[in-house]
């Protein structure tokens, strides 16, 4: 029994949209091609992979577990194939991306990068996006992820959208003080003029009781039950939780990440670390941040 590439790509796009007819879109092929694609695949393994609620296609048990091996089988062939295509890929690469990224989801975009091009060496700056972009435009830096305020940024393009959610520690009440104490970034920063203006706009007392430039200390100050905060729903770790409508905070805009590239001639190395960066990017608002939430 062998289970073919093409059509683990096309079950894994299928379970992420739970429907054939968007997956079809996204593969560029026809919903009934997509339909047999998975019957083939359901042969294969011998077992049920989808079943149909309403109009979704939602995952079996068995659908579940492979949908858990299809990404790391497809992860290691294309990996194969970019090392063998592209051995001779080398050089540095330098990259601003905000704190926000710089736990989680950063590093293992570059093991990723790191697996396919061994021999590219990347820098990176991890500072408030304003900061980064200046950094780009002095020469300094190759690549900036940046969250923009915008619906549409000024420069780079649109990789990804964040939602911006009020965490607490899920062993305080911390959210039920008054006034309420926040932790914020600096007054540069988007999440803290947001979070500002969502308590301004409900008539809500408030004191800043911790400020830092990086997500690690923000968080720090909510799990020690200092301080409620605004973060980026990506960088949730555990011993928090989301503060919504029910309890009294009301939902936050969406940041936009886009990435920029320096203008001028760009190595190899710069534009295949652009693409593994927005192909992250696109999984995880593919699966609406859930991986990371796991």
Request: with cysteine; charged share 20%.
């Given at each position: 029994?062998?289970?073919?590439?093409?059509?683990?790509?096309?079950?894994?796009?299928?379970?992420?949209?739970?429907?054939?007819?968007?997956?079809?879109?996204?593969?560029?092929?026809?919903?009934?091609?997509?339909?047999?694609?998975?019957?083939?695949?359901?042969?294969?393994?011998?077992?049920p992979l989808f079943l149909r609620n309403g109009r979704a296609m939602l995952l079996t048990a068995e659908g579940r577990t492979l949908l858990h091996y299809a990404r790391r089988i497809l992860k290691l062939h294309d990996e194969a194939l970019s090392a063998v295509a592209q051995p001779e890929v080398s050089g540095r690469v330098r990259l601003g991306a905000p704190d926000d990224f710089s736990d989680r989801l950063l590093p293992e975009v570059l093991s990723r990068f790191a697996g396919t091009y061994p021999l590219v060496q990347v820098d990176v700056s991890c500072d408030p996006s304003p900061r980064l972009e200046a950094a780009m435009d002095r020469g300094e830096l190759d690549l900036v992820v940046r969250i923009n305020s915008e619906a549409?940024?000024?420069?780079?393009?649109?990789?990804?959208?964040?939602?911006?959610?009020?965490?607490?520690?899920?062993?305080?009440?911390?959210?039920e003080q008054d006034p309420v104490p926040i932790a914020v970034y600096n007054e540069a920063c988007i999440y803290r003029q947001w979070a500002i203006r969502s308590l301004n706009?409900?008539?809500?007392?408030?004191?800043?009781?911790?400020?830092?430039?990086?997500?690690?200390?923000?968080?720090?100050?909510?799990?020690?039950?200092?301080?409620?905060?605004?973060?980026?729903?990506?960088?949730?770790?555990?011993?928090?939780?989301?503060?919504?409508?029910?309890?009294?905070?009301?939902?936050?805009?969406?940041?936009?990440?886009?990435?920029?590239?320096?203008?001028?001639?760009?190595?190899?190395?710069?534009?295949?670390?652009?693409?593994?960066?927005?192909?992250?990017?696109?999984?995880?608002?593919?699966?609406?941040?859930?991986e990371l939430l796991n």
């Amino acid at each position: 029994m062998e289970l073919p590439i093409d059509l683990l790509r096309t079950f894994i796009v299928a379970a992420d949209t739970e429907s054939y007819t968007a997956a079809a879109s996204m593969v560029h092929r026809t919903q009934s091609a997509v339909s047999m694609q998975m019957k083939r695949l359901e042969e294969v393994v011998g077992k049920p992979l989808f079943l149909r609620n309403g109009r979704a296609m939602l995952l079996t048990a068995e659908g579940r577990t492979l949908l858990h091996y299809a990404r790391r089988i497809l992860k290691l062939h294309d990996e194969a194939l970019s090392a063998v295509a592209q051995p001779e890929v080398s050089g540095r690469v330098r990259l601003g991306a905000p704190d926000d990224f710089s736990d989680r989801l950063l590093p293992e975009v570059l093991s990723r990068f790191a697996g396919t091009y061994p021999l590219v060496q990347v820098d990176v700056s991890c500072d408030p996006s304003p900061r980064l972009e200046a950094a780009m435009d002095r020469g300094e830096l190759d690549l900036v992820v940046r969250i923009n305020s915008e619906a549409v940024p000024q420069r780079g393009v649109t990789i990804h959208h964040e939602p911006v959610v009020w965490i607490t520690s899920d062993k305080h009440l911390t959210h039920e003080q008054d006034p309420v104490p926040i932790a914020v970034y600096n007054e540069a920063c988007i999440y803290r003029q947001w979070a500002i203006r969502s308590l301004n706009g409900q008539g809500r007392n408030y004191r800043i009781a911790f400020t830092s430039p990086s997500t690690s200390g923000i968080l720090a100050a909510v799990k020690g039950g200092l301080a409620i905060a605004p973060v980026g729903r990506n960088t949730l770790p555990t011993g928090v939780r989301i503060l919504g409508p029910a309890d009294g905070f009301p939902e936050m805009p969406s940041a936009v990440v886009s990435l920029i590239k320096a203008p001028g001639p760009r190595s190899k190395a710069v534009e295949f670390l652009a693409e593994h960066i927005t192909e992250r990017f696109n999984e995880l608002t593919m699966t609406g941040n859930s991986e990371l939430l796991n």
